[in-house]
């Protein structure tokens, strides 16, 4: 779900202005929810002397399907929204919401509840009018029902209630602690300050997105000489005397009081999938400092999730060290490609095929992307940033914890699969891209450009687009193993699939302020896992396992290891042989991530997961394959093609108090 932008390259400047300027009139925008468009509205009704406030999608909102609203030109999509959103259709809504907002003060009147819970459900503006004037009344039903509910269900939902989740973290819940925000775009220095403070604490943490950033850090600190472990889901290097711990956000230890605490990348807190981590992070990092490293969206949600947790809050907002500019032509041709040039794709098959036609003009090419190992995509960075090869090529993988000083970032496309269909990317990511080009002592202006003009025009446009604020409400929570062993005990339920089942509903309904994560696929992995004969713990961990359902053999060898647990036998890790030809990257990749997956487990389950250490070592020397294998095929590709240009040289970037001889060692 997202909030497109408007940058049709068919449409004049003026009719783009007057859909901008009816969608201002009326209170509206544009999103996109489960692949189409919609108009989203937002707007106040008064039922006796509240008011209720409302941000919705009209029940006639639904604009269509991605691909048929694309074809459209501006003035056809001006008509289209004319249509749906007018003054006959605000006034059918808020009667709508009217008659809801009424049902549900005269229950909570008769019933003496308060009806706050159930009128915000109001507010959700990728949602349906329709089916938040249900849930407005389902939790409004809620609510009466408890005042009358038997002891058995009023213990269940006691188990199950959130309401007091920030006190289930008792150590952080107990101390009096400070929080710093450091708000800023992309170079603007955030991490320095705040990583300075961490050195030299007494104590502390780091907690980061991805293991790269982790290690990363993690080295920042040993350079430091910080007593410092590195602890990650697949990894850990664990120092005897440790003061500090370098994590990733996951593996926060709720129990371990430090004195300062730095969680990065807080903007994440409104990510479906992984924000229940950083709403963790934020209520249970039992530190007396807590610095929150992210982007000035993320402000008003730091400021309400800090106001419910407890503390003080401070904010410190930056601006970017070195100025960002737009070309003015799109780059036109590989043949102007220059050395310290990063390519943008947003697929791994379009960034291989990009790597290809960049080396046919000439140039030595790292490649980047999601599929490829922390270790290989550092590896790949590290070639870039000491002149082995030219350029990048890259997805948004380089986005977050890749060090790669950008002379020019150019964007190959501006849009992106977001699961549903193909649309424009979001403004957030396009700025978060872009503003890796260049880095303060070293390109002291960054420039940023689009392949052809039509994906030129649409990053201009996307760059110059303000971001709405992240939401002050509805952090994502996911439930621990205590949480569902309370729901078991009150309910007398089993299997994991419902108790987790039970806990998203048990949210939706009562609790405005948190929203259940995106437990999609560990309710898939519950369904197989409840036909076996394990404990709840075990189940609840073996769901938790970073395994992609979307890859056979992974799949495949995770219920194998979940068998060999429920018989009591150890699981084996087979070494996997390299397959050659065109398909052997990938398969040297999904292996990669098998070892990560048995290594993972060996933290958690040793008795059953034994070869833990030999799991690292495959993961290592995989990952080398996969860099060797990149390299080849680069070097095997620049020897059979002759480059139609010979491309300007340019001193490659260097990193900063780095000298220009002498390769860092890779580990």
């Not at 459900?121 to 849930?135: D, I, P, S």
Request: hydrophobic share 40%.
């Amino acid at each position: 779900m997202t909030e497109p932008t408007i940058a049709p390259d068919t449409a004049s400047e003026d009719a783009i202005g007057a859909l901008n300027a009816y969608l201002q009139q009326y209170h509206a925008t544009l999103v996109t929810t489960e692949g189409s468009y919609a108009v989203s509205v937002q707007g106040q009704i008064k039922v006796g002397k509240r008011t209720v406030p409302y941000h919705l999608v009209p029940d006639a909102g639904f604009l269509g399907k991605t691909g048929k609203w694309r074809k459209l030109d501006a003035a056809e999509r001006l008509a289209l929204v004319q249509l749906r959103w007018n003054d006959e259709a605000r006034e059918r809504l808020e009667a709508q919401l009217l008659r809801c907002a009424g049902q549900v003060m005269t229950l909570a009147n008769e019933h003496r509840v308060d009806p706050q819970s159930a009128l915000n459900a109001l507010q959700a503006k990728y949602e349906l009018a329709r089916l938040r004037c249900e849930l407005a009344l389902d939790r409004i039903a809620a609510l009466v029902a408890t005042r009358a509910a038997a002891s058995q269900a009023e213990k269940t939902r006691n188990a199950i209630n959130l309401s007091l989740y920030p006190e289930s973290f008792t150590l952080a819940a107990g101390m009096q602690r400070h929080f710093i925000a450091v708000l800023g775009p992309t170079n603007s220095g955030k991490t320095h300050a705040a990583m300075e403070h961490l050195a030299q604490a007494k104590t502390g943490v780091y907690l980061a997105p991805l293991r790269l950033l982790a290690m990363e850090n993690y080295q920042r600190l040993l350079n430091a000489n910080v007593a410092v472990s590195l602890i990650t889901g697949e990894q850990r290097k664990l120092h005897p005397h440790a003061s500090h711990v370098a994590s990733t956000v996951e593996m926060l230890n709720p129990n371990r009081a430090v004195d300062v605490a730095v969680i990065d990348e807080i903007q994440l807190l409104d990510d479906p999938d992984r924000g229940a981590a950083w709403t963790a992070a934020v209520c249970g990092v039992p530190a007396q400092t807590v610095y929150l490293l992210g982007a000035l969206e993320a402000k008003e949600a730091i400021q309400s999730l800090v106001k419910r947790v407890g503390g003080t809050l401070e904010i410190r907002e930056l601006q970017r060290k070195s100025p960002l500019e737009m070309e003015k032509a799109p780059l036109g041709s590989l043949k102007n490609l220059r050395a310290g040039d990063v390519l943008i794709a947003f697929s791994r098959r379009e960034v291989l095929n990009w790597r290809d036609q960049a080396i046919a003009q000439g140039m030595s090419v790292s490649a980047i992307y999601g599929n490829l190992s922390p270790e290989v995509r550092q590896a790949q960075a590290e070639r870039f940033i000491d002149g082995e090869t030219q350029v990048v090529v890259g997805t948004d993988a380089i986005g977050m914890g890749l060090n790669t000083p950008a002379r020019r970032v150019i964007f190959t496309t501006s849009s992106k699969w977001d699961g549903y269909a193909e649309g424009t990317i979001a403004a957030a990511l396009a700025k978060q891209i872009a503003g890796r080009a260049g880095r303060f002592g070293q390109h002291e202006t960054g420039y940023v450009a689009g392949f052809d003009g039509k994906t030129h025009k649409v990053i201009a446009a996307l760059l110059q687009q303000k971001l709405e604020p992240l939401p002050s409400t509805g952090f994502y929570v996911a439930p621990n193993l205590s949480y569902l062993q309370q729901i078991a005990e009150a309910s007398g339920q089993e299997r994991l699939q419902a108790l987790l089942e039970l806990f998203a509903k048990h949210i939706n309904v009562h609790d405005e302020f948190f929203l259940p994560a995106n437990l999609s696929d560990q309710i898939e992995k519950a369904k197989w896992l409840d036909t076996l004969k394990l404990p709840l713990e075990d189940r609840f961990l073996f769901s938790l396992c970073p395994v992609s359902t979307k890859i056979a053999m992974l799949e495949q060898a995770l219920q194998d290891w979940a068998e060999c647990r429920a018989k009591g036998k150890q699981a084996s890790l087979l070494r996997m042989e390299g397959r050659g030809g065109r398909n052997e990257l990938q398969f040297l990749e999904d292996t990669c991530k098998l070892y990560s997956a048995y290594a993972w487990l060996s933290y958690r389950m040793p008795e059953t997961f034994p070869h833990g250490d030999m799991a690292q070592s495959l993961m290592q020397s995989t990952s080398e394959k996969i860099d060797a294998l990149l390299q080849v095929q680069n070097t095997r590709h620049r020897q059979q093609r002759k480059p139609a240009h010979k491309p300007t040289h340019i001193t490659p970037p260097q990193r900063s108090g780095q000298p220009k001889t002498g390769r860092k060692p890779r580990t």
